[in-house]
Protein backbone atom coordinates (compact mmCIF):
# COMPACT_ATOMS: atom_id res chain seq x y z
CA UNK A 1 0.00 0.00 0.00
CA UNK A 2 1.12 3.56 -0.99
CA UNK A 3 1.24 6.22 1.66
CA UNK A 4 -0.49 9.43 0.00
CA UNK A 5 1.18 12.55 0.99
CA UNK A 6 -0.65 15.32 2.44
CA UNK A 7 -0.09 17.35 -0.97
CA UNK A 8 -1.78 14.14 -2.90
CA UNK A 9 -4.57 14.20 -1.00
CA UNK A 10 -5.35 17.94 -1.39
CA UNK A 11 -4.82 17.49 -4.74
CA UNK A 12 -7.37 14.00 -4.82
CA UNK A 13 -10.15 16.74 -2.98
CA UNK A 14 -9.77 19.43 -5.59
CA UNK A 15 -9.57 16.74 -8.68
CA UNK A 16 -12.54 14.67 -6.96
CA UNK A 17 -14.10 18.27 -6.54
CA UNK A 18 -13.60 19.93 -10.21
CA UNK A 19 -14.75 16.89 -11.63
CA UNK A 20 -17.79 16.36 -9.97
CA UNK A 21 -18.54 20.26 -10.70
CA UNK A 22 -17.86 20.00 -15.01
CA UNK A 23 -19.98 16.35 -14.77
CA UNK A 24 -22.89 18.51 -13.53
CA UNK A 25 -22.68 21.19 -15.42
CA UNK A 26 -22.40 18.74 -18.70
CA UNK A 27 -25.26 16.52 -17.29
CA UNK A 28 -27.75 19.45 -16.05
CA UNK A 29 -28.38 20.14 -19.42
CA UNK A 30 -29.23 16.73 -21.08
CA UNK A 31 -31.06 16.66 -18.09
CA UNK A 32 -33.54 19.78 -18.22
CA UNK A 33 -34.04 18.87 -22.40
CA UNK A 34 -35.01 15.45 -20.97
CA UNK A 35 -37.13 16.69 -18.52
CA UNK A 36 -38.23 19.91 -20.61
CA UNK A 37 -39.80 17.44 -23.27
CA UNK A 38 -42.41 15.90 -20.66
CA UNK A 39 -43.42 18.97 -19.11
CA UNK A 40 -45.65 21.82 -19.89
CA UNK A 41 -44.58 24.18 -22.22
CA UNK A 42 -45.91 27.07 -20.24
CA UNK A 43 -44.06 25.87 -17.59
CA UNK A 44 -40.33 25.40 -19.14
CA UNK A 45 -41.51 29.30 -21.18
CA UNK A 46 -42.82 30.98 -17.49
CA UNK A 47 -39.31 28.98 -15.96
CA UNK A 48 -40.66 26.88 -13.17
CA UNK A 49 -39.10 23.83 -14.11
CA UNK A 50 -35.71 23.33 -13.29
CA UNK A 51 -34.72 19.87 -13.43
CA UNK A 52 -37.52 17.57 -13.28
CA UNK A 53 -40.65 17.65 -15.04
CA UNK A 54 -43.52 19.40 -13.79
CA UNK A 55 -46.92 18.68 -15.21
CA UNK A 56 -45.93 15.78 -16.98
CA UNK A 57 -47.50 16.20 -21.15
CA UNK A 58 -46.79 14.06 -24.09
CA UNK A 59 -48.30 16.29 -26.46
CA UNK A 60 -44.88 17.22 -28.01
CA UNK A 61 -44.30 13.43 -28.74
CA UNK A 62 -47.62 12.51 -30.40
CA UNK A 63 -47.42 16.14 -32.20
CA UNK A 64 -43.61 14.64 -33.54
CA UNK A 65 -45.05 11.24 -34.61
CA UNK A 66 -47.64 12.64 -36.39
CA UNK A 67 -46.25 14.65 -38.22
CA UNK A 68 -44.51 13.29 -41.82
CA UNK A 69 -41.43 15.45 -42.52
CA UNK A 70 -39.86 14.04 -39.03
CA UNK A 71 -40.47 10.59 -39.84
CA UNK A 72 -39.25 11.22 -43.19
CA UNK A 73 -36.27 12.66 -41.84
CA UNK A 74 -35.79 10.28 -39.51
CA UNK A 75 -35.76 7.52 -41.89
CA UNK A 76 -32.90 9.11 -44.07
CA UNK A 77 -30.85 9.85 -41.43
CA UNK A 78 -30.96 6.27 -40.56
CA UNK A 79 -30.03 5.10 -44.08
CA UNK A 80 -27.30 7.70 -44.61
CA UNK A 81 -25.98 6.81 -41.21
CA UNK A 82 -25.92 2.82 -41.75
CA UNK A 83 -24.52 3.26 -45.00
CA UNK A 84 -22.39 6.03 -44.86
CA UNK A 85 -20.62 4.24 -41.96
CA UNK A 86 -20.20 0.90 -43.51
CA UNK A 87 -18.83 2.80 -47.11
CA UNK A 88 -16.79 4.78 -44.61
CA UNK A 89 -15.32 1.34 -42.27
CA UNK A 90 -14.70 -0.29 -45.46
CA UNK A 91 -12.44 2.39 -47.24
CA UNK A 92 -10.72 2.78 -44.04
CA UNK A 93 -9.74 -0.50 -43.47
CA UNK A 94 -8.75 -0.83 -47.16
CA UNK A 95 -6.37 2.45 -46.98
CA UNK A 96 -5.38 1.99 -43.38
CA UNK A 97 -4.14 -1.52 -43.83
CA UNK A 98 -1.34 -1.69 -46.95
CA UNK A 99 0.01 1.64 -45.77
CA UNK A 100 0.61 0.02 -42.44
CA UNK A 101 2.57 -2.60 -43.79
CA UNK A 102 6.71 -2.07 -44.27
CA UNK A 103 6.91 -3.93 -47.15
CA UNK A 104 4.66 -1.47 -49.13
CA UNK A 105 6.57 0.47 -51.66
CA UNK A 106 5.43 4.36 -51.65
CA UNK A 107 3.39 4.15 -48.84
CA UNK A 108 4.96 7.27 -47.00
CA UNK A 109 4.66 9.14 -50.15
CA UNK A 110 0.97 8.24 -50.40
CA UNK A 111 0.36 9.26 -46.59
CA UNK A 112 2.02 12.21 -47.64
CA UNK A 113 -0.80 13.01 -50.00
CA UNK A 114 -3.40 11.59 -47.70
CA UNK A 115 -2.32 14.49 -44.81
CA UNK A 116 -1.80 17.30 -47.88
CA UNK A 117 -5.66 16.94 -47.90
CA UNK A 118 -6.59 17.49 -44.51
CA UNK A 119 -4.91 21.26 -44.84
CA UNK A 120 -5.98 22.03 -48.57
CA UNK A 121 -8.77 21.95 -49.97
CA UNK A 122 -10.68 22.76 -53.12
CA UNK A 123 -13.01 25.11 -51.99
CA UNK A 124 -16.60 25.29 -51.36
CA UNK A 125 -17.61 26.19 -55.44
CA UNK A 126 -15.29 23.59 -56.86
CA UNK A 127 -16.50 20.99 -55.00
CA UNK A 128 -20.07 21.98 -55.61
CA UNK A 129 -19.45 22.30 -59.40
CA UNK A 130 -17.67 18.51 -58.89
CA UNK A 131 -21.04 17.25 -56.95
CA UNK A 132 -22.99 18.74 -59.87
CA UNK A 133 -20.72 17.43 -62.80
CA UNK A 134 -20.96 13.84 -61.36
CA UNK A 135 -24.96 13.79 -60.94
CA UNK A 136 -25.00 13.80 -57.34
CA UNK A 137 -27.35 16.76 -56.27
CA UNK A 138 -30.43 15.62 -54.36
CA UNK A 139 -29.46 11.91 -54.63
CA UNK A 140 -28.62 9.62 -51.54
CA UNK A 141 -24.88 9.68 -52.60
CA UNK A 142 -24.04 13.37 -52.21
CA UNK A 143 -24.48 12.80 -48.38
CA UNK A 144 -22.35 9.62 -48.30
CA UNK A 145 -19.39 9.86 -51.03
CA UNK A 146 -17.75 13.38 -50.72
CA UNK A 147 -17.14 12.05 -46.99
CA UNK A 148 -16.74 8.78 -47.68
CA UNK A 149 -13.58 8.38 -45.90
CA UNK A 150 -11.45 10.70 -42.85
CA UNK A 151 -7.73 10.97 -43.28
CA UNK A 152 -7.77 11.19 -40.00
CA UNK A 153 -9.36 8.17 -38.86
CA UNK A 154 -7.27 6.05 -41.28
CA UNK A 155 -3.91 7.70 -39.92
CA UNK A 156 -5.64 6.15 -36.24
CA UNK A 157 -6.36 2.81 -37.81
CA UNK A 158 -2.71 3.08 -39.42
CA UNK A 159 -1.19 3.55 -35.93
CA UNK A 160 -3.18 0.90 -34.47
CA UNK A 161 -2.73 -1.92 -36.95
CA UNK A 162 1.55 -0.87 -36.86
CA UNK A 163 1.49 -1.07 -32.88
CA UNK A 164 -0.39 -3.31 -31.50
CA UNK A 165 -0.64 -5.96 -34.13
CA UNK A 166 3.25 -7.69 -34.83
CA UNK A 167 4.94 -8.34 -37.30
CA UNK A 168 5.35 -11.92 -36.58
CA UNK A 169 1.63 -12.56 -37.40
CA UNK A 170 2.22 -11.24 -40.85
CA UNK A 171 5.58 -13.64 -41.68
CA UNK A 172 3.91 -16.20 -39.80
CA UNK A 173 0.47 -15.96 -42.04
CA UNK A 174 2.26 -15.53 -45.32
CA UNK A 175 4.17 -18.69 -44.65
CA UNK A 176 1.01 -20.51 -43.61
CA UNK A 177 0.14 -19.65 -47.71
CA UNK A 178 -2.42 -16.93 -46.75
CA UNK A 179 -2.98 -14.07 -49.10
CA UNK A 180 -3.06 -10.20 -48.32
CA UNK A 181 -7.18 -10.61 -48.31
CA UNK A 182 -6.64 -13.65 -45.89
CA UNK A 183 -4.28 -11.99 -43.43
CA UNK A 184 -7.07 -9.02 -43.44
CA UNK A 185 -10.14 -10.47 -42.94
CA UNK A 186 -8.90 -13.84 -40.95
CA UNK A 187 -6.08 -12.33 -38.87
CA UNK A 188 -6.17 -8.41 -38.52
CA UNK A 189 -9.97 -7.78 -38.43
CA UNK A 190 -10.43 -9.68 -35.42
CA UNK A 191 -7.67 -8.65 -33.48
CA UNK A 192 -8.86 -4.69 -34.28
CA UNK A 193 -11.86 -4.14 -32.72
CA UNK A 194 -11.29 -1.64 -30.57
CA UNK A 195 -10.50 0.67 -33.21
CA UNK A 196 -13.29 -0.69 -35.37
CA UNK A 197 -15.38 0.37 -32.71
CA UNK A 198 -14.05 3.53 -32.49
CA UNK A 199 -14.53 4.16 -36.16
CA UNK A 200 -17.88 3.17 -36.09
CA UNK A 201 -18.69 5.45 -33.80
CA UNK A 202 -16.71 8.52 -35.10
CA UNK A 203 -18.47 7.96 -38.35
CA UNK A 204 -21.69 7.05 -37.13
CA UNK A 205 -21.98 10.44 -34.93
CA UNK A 206 -20.65 12.44 -37.84
CA UNK A 207 -23.54 10.98 -39.98
CA UNK A 208 -25.94 11.44 -37.71
CA UNK A 209 -25.10 14.96 -37.04
CA UNK A 210 -24.50 16.27 -40.48
CA UNK A 211 -26.76 18.63 -41.90
CA UNK A 212 -24.64 21.69 -44.06
CA UNK A 213 -23.69 19.15 -47.14
CA UNK A 214 -27.67 18.62 -47.11
CA UNK A 215 -28.05 22.49 -46.86
CA UNK A 216 -25.93 23.07 -49.88
CA UNK A 217 -27.21 19.50 -51.98
CA UNK A 218 -30.40 18.97 -51.27
CA UNK A 219 -33.16 20.89 -52.19
CA UNK A 220 -35.68 18.41 -51.97
CA UNK A 221 -37.06 18.24 -48.49
CA UNK A 222 -38.24 14.56 -48.75
CA UNK A 223 -34.27 14.04 -48.90
CA UNK A 224 -33.82 16.12 -45.45
CA UNK A 225 -32.29 14.37 -42.64
CA UNK A 226 -33.29 14.70 -39.56
CA UNK A 227 -30.52 17.30 -38.58
CA UNK A 228 -32.07 19.76 -41.17
CA UNK A 229 -35.61 19.26 -40.20
CA UNK A 230 -34.87 20.23 -36.66
CA UNK A 231 -32.47 23.09 -37.78
CA UNK A 232 -36.15 24.29 -39.28
CA UNK A 233 -38.01 24.17 -35.72
CA UNK A 234 -35.04 25.34 -33.89
CA UNK A 235 -34.01 28.12 -36.04
CA UNK A 236 -36.07 29.43 -38.53
CA UNK A 237 -39.59 28.07 -36.24
CA UNK A 238 -41.15 26.19 -39.62
CA UNK A 239 -43.69 23.49 -37.59
CA UNK A 240 -45.31 23.39 -40.90
CA UNK A 241 -48.76 20.78 -40.20
CA UNK A 242 -47.57 20.66 -36.12
CA UNK A 243 -49.52 24.12 -35.54
CA UNK A 244 -53.08 24.75 -36.43
CA UNK A 245 -52.51 28.77 -37.31
CA UNK A 246 -55.71 28.99 -37.99
CA UNK A 247 -57.05 27.91 -34.36
CA UNK A 248 -55.03 28.65 -31.97
CA UNK A 249 -53.88 31.67 -30.31
CA UNK A 250 -49.72 32.98 -30.81
CA UNK A 251 -49.36 32.28 -27.19
CA UNK A 252 -50.71 28.76 -27.43
CA UNK A 253 -48.83 28.10 -30.91
CA UNK A 254 -45.15 29.19 -29.08
CA UNK A 255 -45.93 26.84 -26.36
CA UNK A 256 -46.46 23.85 -28.64
CA UNK A 257 -43.32 24.81 -30.29
CA UNK A 258 -41.39 25.32 -27.32
CA UNK A 259 -42.65 21.29 -26.23
CA UNK A 260 -41.77 20.10 -29.45
CA UNK A 261 -38.17 21.80 -29.63
CA UNK A 262 -37.11 19.58 -26.79
CA UNK A 263 -39.24 16.89 -27.60
CA UNK A 264 -37.36 16.90 -31.49
CA UNK A 265 -33.67 16.56 -29.43
CA UNK A 266 -34.59 13.96 -27.05
CA UNK A 267 -35.72 12.04 -30.15
CA UNK A 268 -32.95 12.77 -32.20
CA UNK A 269 -29.92 11.82 -29.72
CA UNK A 270 -31.50 8.46 -28.68
CA UNK A 271 -29.99 6.51 -31.63
CA UNK A 272 -26.77 7.95 -30.69
CA UNK A 273 -27.10 7.30 -26.76
CA UNK A 274 -28.00 3.91 -27.52
CA UNK A 275 -25.29 2.93 -29.63
CA UNK A 276 -22.50 4.31 -27.13
CA UNK A 277 -22.82 1.86 -24.46
CA UNK A 278 -22.44 -1.65 -26.57
CA UNK A 279 -19.27 0.01 -27.70
CA UNK A 280 -18.03 1.51 -24.75
CA UNK A 281 -15.44 -1.05 -23.96
CA UNK A 282 -13.79 -1.05 -27.47
CA UNK A 283 -14.05 2.90 -27.26
CA UNK A 284 -11.59 3.27 -24.02
CA UNK A 285 -9.36 1.07 -25.64
CA UNK A 286 -9.14 2.70 -28.92
CA UNK A 287 -8.80 6.14 -27.79
CA UNK A 288 -5.50 4.48 -25.23
CA UNK A 289 -3.36 3.61 -28.76
CA UNK A 290 -0.28 4.71 -28.63
CA UNK A 291 -0.35 6.15 -24.56
CA UNK A 292 1.69 2.67 -23.51
CA UNK A 293 4.32 1.44 -25.74
CA UNK A 294 6.71 -1.37 -25.23
Known sequence: MLVESRGDRIFNVINHFLLIIITLIVIYPLVFVL??????????????MFLWPKGINLHSYEKIFQNKDILRGYSNTLIYTLVGTLI?????????????????IG?????ALFVFTMFFSG???PTYMLIKNLGMLNTLWVMIIPNAVSIWNIIIMRTFFQQSIPNELHEAATIDGCSNIQILTRIILPLSMPIIAVTILFYAVGHWNAFF???????DKNKFPLQLIL?????Q??????????????IKQQRE?????????????IPVLMLYPFLQRYFVKGVMIGAIKG
Request: hydrophobic share 50%; net charge neutral.
Open 213 to 219: NAMLYLS
Open 237 to 250: GQTNDMVKMSTESA
Open 257 to 269: VEGIKYAVLVVAN
Open 107 to 111: RNAIM
Open 123 to 125: GLI
Open 88 to 104: NLVMTILAAYPLSRKDF
Open 35 to 48: SASFSDPQAVLRGE
Open 231 to 235: REILI
